[in-house]
């Protein structure tokens, strides 16, 4: 597999602003993950997102020193007005909704995309991306643990129209990202990446996840 060159001027601008949006993403997590932990269900559950606020913002930090040093554009690719619409709509959502739609699709969905990156990327960027990525495994297992744990409290007609609501939950999400118009997957592209082939291994991530939160 080939790997780039940051002298690869295509390859470092599309890079670079892979790395502002998972930059953005994770800054905007630290803060809704902020915003939720007085009103968690629970010790273990405000002790999750405490400890997550601490790992994303290390993962800022990480990033914003390596994107520095990459030497690429820094501009945000993520709109105010956006970030915005997305706080808005995280904070319409109670517990259940919260977790599906954080770390089904922002934590689960979004690190398995930057996952298929690291083999395509050189050294300085694979290198910046290793311990993010290894807590973003832990963030993962936490909100999956928290979800089954607040269906597994309901009824079993609650718990099934949860249920039978998450693919939909995972749609409108995706679709409000869509509408943001940041053309990652173009970026994807232009690392190395093939959109066809990264959309179907996020397809069958979606299902595993859906089908294992049923089980
Ligand atoms: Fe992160
Ligand atoms: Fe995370």
Redesign the pocket.
Known sequence: MKTHSVKDDQYARAMGHLLVLYTQV?QF?MEACAERIASAPGRDAKMGLAKQVG??CR?VTIQLGWIQKFGVDTAPVVGQQAIEQLHDHFRTLDWVDFLTDLYLVVEALG?HAVEQVVPLADPGTRESLRV?LQ??LD?VAFGLYELQKALDGMDVLQRQSRLDRIPERISVIINMLDGFNVPVLDWFEQVGASSEQLCAILDRRKDELVTSLAA
């Open positions: 994770d997590i790992d994303e993962h690190s993010p807590d973003e963030h």
